[in-house]
């Protein structure tokens, strides 16, 4: 009598494991760019200024809550990391170099590349 127990009690959780709406999801990492300290798009052509703050925007397609996101990039050679916990994209706040500024997802093909070019002591005479 025990052994028929255990078949009816194995095969209602089997019916509860089975009818689970739970599915596994690869999140990953499908962009990043330079952007604006705000997280506004620089436009085309867009004249780079050492007076405004710019950020490196990083968007995933994560979407679960119960579980941290980290995503590891570079900037300039540096390594960094963002955690995402509810947002599909963050932006973290970076300082430009002189030259070509590279940005590149760890383990991806994601890249970026942001050419700044200092003015010096540069002043227009008229």
């Known amino acids: 009598m025990k052994i028929k127990q255990y078949y009816i009690l ?3 959780m089997f019916l509860f494991l089975a009818c689970s709406d739970y599915e596994e999801r690869n999140i990953y990492a499908k962009s990043i760019s330079f952007v604006h300290a705000d997280g506004s798009k620089l436009s085309e052509n867009e004249c780079i200024s050492p007076n405004v703050k710019y950020g490196i925007k990083i968007e995933t397609n994560f979407s679960d809550i119960n579980r941290p996101f980290r995503v590891d990039y570079s900037v300039n050679g540096v390594v960094y990391a963002m955690t995402f916990t509810e947002n599909t994209s963050l932006v973290n706040p970076i300082t430009l170099i ?7 997802i760890v383990g991806t093909d994601h890249k970026a590349v942001l050419k700044y070019v200092e003015q010096g002591d540069f002043e227009l005479v008229e």
């Open 98 to 104: 002189n030259g070509n500024n590279a940005a590149q």
């Open 10 to 12: 194995a095969f209602v």
